[in-house]
């Protein structure tokens, strides 16, 4: 596996590659499980992997969280060689974003909701550095995670929106055992918050039951109240919305695929899950 830095580095590495067909997946790194899945499918469908582990500056709405995130780069590159990755691209900021020039991308009603409404620009700078990311490596297939769920409904938008041909490809949302989505940011979670998210998962399972004799509006504000009881925890927002346009439904019969989305404060500490109904 090489440990790549550069843009120039891994273009020259890729000119001898020609015909090889490039499986992609973007991370900002302090890997888990989750993110192994992606990576061990990608590596099962696509001739060579390849891996970009970058904090991506522009997509934190809040300073605090950017300089948080945590990072252990050592550890992530040991479990990328694991995994069969052929190259894990670790540029500096500097190298994705070479001046101070922005870019701005319209994804209409799917960045006016949810995580666009309370992390604003957050989608505009997902956009920037997948954008980037795409043109440099190139792939024919890119994994994302469903955990991320408007997320990946953005980026289906924005190979729209660039006329790229790239498969995007939704993977399983992996989780602990107590069921807690997998995350990157569960590390910050204090003894007993970490007790009190497997709450968030644990109410959205349930929900589905509850969902089969009450109304949309009604299973909503169960999921709030039954959530919000722990005292650890604060539901920003949960919403239920198609899986492709992201509209909010009004009757189950409405759509034939819907998903519930929320995210949960705990601390200093914002968590997102989703469930399809
Ligand atoms: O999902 C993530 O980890 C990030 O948003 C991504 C797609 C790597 C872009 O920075």
Redesign the pocket.
């Known amino acids: 596996m090489k440990v790549i830095k550069s843009v120039d580095s891994l273009q020259n590495e890729l000119k001898y590659k020609v015909g090889f067909v490039i499986g992609f997946v973007?991370?900002?790194g302090y890997l888990h499980q989750g993110h192994i899945s992606l990576i061990e499918q990608c590596v099962h469908e696509n001739d060579i992997t390849i891996v970009s582990i970058?904090v991506?500056p522009k997509?934190f709405n809040d300073s605090d969280d950017l300089k948080n995130y945590p990072r252990n780069i050592r550890k992530d590159v040991a479990l990328l060689e694991k995994s069969g990755v052929d190259l894990v691209f670790i540029p500096p900021v500097k190298e994705i974003y070479p001046d101070s020039e922005e870019e701005y991308f319209s994804f209409g009603h799917l960045e006016e909701i949810m995580e666009g409404k309370y992390r604003p620009g957050h989608f505009n700078g997902?956009a920037q550095?997948?954008s980037r990311l795409f043109k440099i490596v190139k792939p024919s297939k890119a994994y994302?995670g469903l955990k991320?769920f408007q997320?990946l409904a953005i980026i289906k938008k924005l190979v729209q929106i660039l006329d790229m041909h790239i498969d995007i490809i939704p993977c399983p949302i992996v989780r602990e055992k107590d069921g807690l989505a997998m995350s990157s940011r569960n590390v910050l979670l204090k003894n007993e918050e970490r007790k009190s998210a497997s709450r968030i998962s644990q109410t959205l399972f349930e929900s589905r039951n509850f969902a089969k004799n009450h109304s949309v509006e009604e299973t909503k504000n169960w999921v709030v109240n039954t959530v919000n009881k722990d005292p650890n925890l604060e539901v920003e927002y949960f919403e239920i919305v198609d899986d492709t346009e992201l509209l909010q439904i009004q009757n189950w019969d409405d759509k034939t695929q819907s998903v519930g989305c929320i995210a949960v404060k705990t601390g200093n500490v914002r968590l997102i899950d989703n469930i399809l109904f």
Do not use: A, G, R, Y
């Open positions: 973007p991370t900002m970058f991506n997509q997902v550095v997948v994302f991320d997320q």
